[in-house]
């Protein structure tokens, strides 16, 4: 099996490296269940001849994981059954996320409208102001919410207005 192959490799790392590079496998315990672990472990010379070996149970990562996934899910069909545009954007305005709504509004699909800039959907002579206040946003993110309202470029060549609830989000990819 996969999991033996794994343990015979990292012995023989381990031999010849004097330590082997943890993986991931599973225990299955007596009552049947699977046990998600962690092991590493390698030759300590001068302690001992025979090497050390550890094993950390990785379960409640696997829960922890189990759990984002499920509040994630829950997150997307929300805000996909929204009939409210939302959308998330970088600072320059190039759109992240949008959601089906918002797809429907501008008669584009997900995949034409991510990393287009929103202000495209702006009337040009609109779209100084709307990008004053976003970099307002950025400047000040302590602001927290913001509202505003500015028109917009519909599918059909008309204009639209829309009132928008503005959130200054961080996260790791910025």
């Known amino acids: 099996s996969d999991q033996l192959h794994l343990d015979k490799q990292a012995i023989q790392e381990a031999i010849t490296r004097g330590v082997c590079t943890p993986y991931e496998k599973h225990y299955v315990r007596r009552d049947g269940r699977r046990v998600p672990v ?7 010379p001068g302690i001992t001849d025979r090497g050390v070996v550890f094993a950390i149970d990785l379960t409640e990562r696997e829960r922890a994981e189990e759990a984002l996934r499920q509040s994630e899910e829950r997150y997307r069909n929300v805000v996909e059954t929204q009939t409210e545009l939302i959308c998330r954007n ?10 089906d709504a918002y797809c429907r509004y501008f008669g584009k699909t997900r995949e034409q409208l991510i990393g287009m800039k929103f202000l495209e959907l702006v009337p040009e002579p609109v779209r100084p102001a709307v990008l004053e206040h976003i970099e307002a946003l950025v400047k000040n993110p302590t602001i927290g919410t913001s509202e505003h309202e500015h028109k ?17 989000l961080f996260d790791s990819s910025y």
Do not use: A, C, E, Y
Not at 38 to 44: H, P, S
């Open 152 to 168: 917009v470029l519909k599918p059909d060549g008309s204009i639209g207005w829309q009132h928008w609830t503005n959130r200054v």
């Open 90 to 99: 970088l600072p320059d305005t190039t759109l992240t996320f949008v959601n």
């Open 38 to 44: 962690l092991i590493g472990g390698g030759m300590l």
